[in-house]
């Protein structure tokens, strides 16, 4: 049987520059975000000086994420962002916190130290400016030939405190979908979710409407009567005889996504909840199509790939992490029988 996933241990951009030209079917990372931590690896990113630099850096590794990406292929890229005069951090010293002091094994590879770079002047950034490093990183990617096609809200019911007073505790980061050509690969039917309960309410009352006088015969008056209990388009939905719903209770995914956070007792800082990563897997690609993380972390990219049957690859500068990842995809693979590439 052939292994779905390999693990590289280096930097990502050298190794995706070894990647043949349209292997990739999708692109699901996460980079570590940039001034909040220091991960104790040499040719880390992250540290930059200025947004400047790291936007730079982020441009330069997703040129080479779009030169290996199939031509319907995406990018599913989450980014947090962090406030100016905090030496790049979000601002709360709870959410500074390190594994240890939260209750769960800190890794080797994380300094306890704090060692984010120093702020300093910046000609438009000010103290305590949110620095917008999400949007910058979008919108420069853009301006180098990605089609910006989506801003996902992951919203996070249990985010970390934060000991502010003029402001809100931030809870949600961005999840950016992002395309190599103007037609991509996109599974919709894939990650459909269930009716609101409101929306299932509608949905009988206004089949009640057409039953009422028969689909294909309901007049100006009955078509006038959804419109203004439902806002809808009535007239239209009672030429065709539908209710504007699908008939299993599914619907479009919205572009809010409510999901936990999870902590990870192993060692890494900062990892994806595996539910927050299932919709752009399966509507990113198909079973035999081969996924990408050149910031692999521990992995979770790859556990749900696996899991997913999809084919794998992960990027990871830290040994230590690129050795937790190991065990978690091959303790997924010990549970069914290993996937064998198409």
Sequence with gaps: MTQPYSLHVGDC??????????????????????GLRDYGVDGQLGLEKTPEEYVAKMVEVFREVRRVLRDDGTLWLN????????KGSNGSSKARRT????????????????????????????????VGIPWRVAFALQADGWYLRQDIIWHKPNP??????????????????????????????????????????????????????????????????????HGYAGLALARNGKTGYSDDGLRNKRSVWTVSTRPFKEAHFATFPPQLIEPCVKAGSKQGDTILDPFNGAGTTGLVACRQNRNYIGIELNPEYAEIAQKRIENELNKAPLFTNA
């Design 79 to 86: 980014l947090g962002d962090s406030y100016w005069g905090g």
């Design 160 to 229: 970390m405190p934060e000991s502010v007073t003029d402001r809100c505790t931030k809870s949600h980061e961005y999840i950016f979908l992002l395309s190599k050509s103007e037609r991509y690969y996109f599974d919709q039917e894939a990650i459909k979710e269930p009716l609101a309960q409101e929306s299932i309410g509608r949905k009988n009352r206004k089949q009640n409407l057409i039953n009422r006088t028969g689909v294909g015969t309901l007049g100006k008056q009955i078509a006038e009567e959804i419109d203004a209990k």
């Design 99 to 130: 594994a240890g002091e939260r209750g769960y094994t800190q890794s080797g590879g994380t300094l306890l130290i704090d060692t984010r770079p120093t702020d300093g002047n910046h000609d438009i950034i000010k103290p305590k400016d949110l």
């Design 13 to 34: 951009l050298e190794v995706i520059k070894k990647l043949d030209d349209c292997s990739i079917q999708t692109c699901i990372t996460s980079p570590p975000y940039w």
